[in-house]
């Protein structure tokens, strides 16, 4: 049999279990207001020396990042009442602390 594991809280969900797909995109935003370009050679220049020394991964990752998630029917609920658990640290159920956040 094959199962899947919830990411949140572990438990293991099997073929005939309902699971919840949680897709994130995190994407960079600077703001987007450009600042005025005096001279479009020197920025262009100088946005090519930025990239050229950048660590291609983590320029990336600063620009996009994609995460897929499984999870059981008790921590999709407590995930969508409070996706990053900033009231106390922690996902929770109805006002019950259930744990830690991963
Ligand atoms: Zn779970």
């Known amino acids: 049999m ?3 594991e919830c990411a949140r809280c572990g438990k293991r ?5 309902i699971r919840y797909v949680v897709r994130l995109t995190v994407v ?3 703001g987007g207001v ?3 370009i005096n001279d479009p ?3 262009i220049e100088k946005l090519i020396e930025q990239i050229e020394s950048a660590d291609p991964f983590e320029l ?3 620009v996009m990042e994609e995460r897929v998630f499984v999870l059981c029917p008790g921590c999709k609920k407590a995930f969508l009442k409070s996706p990053f ?3 106390n640290g922690g996902f929770t159920d109805d006002d019950e602390y ?3 956040m991963q």
């Open 41 to 43: 050679d020197i920025e």
């Open 60 to 62: 990336e990752s600063d």
């Open 98 to 100: 259930i744990g830690p």
């Open 13 to 17: 969900i099997t073929e005939s279990e």
């Open 28 to 30: 960079g935003d600077d």
């Open 2 to 4: 094959t199962y899947e």
């Open 34 to 36: 450009l600042d005025e």
């Open 85 to 87: 658990g900033y009231r």
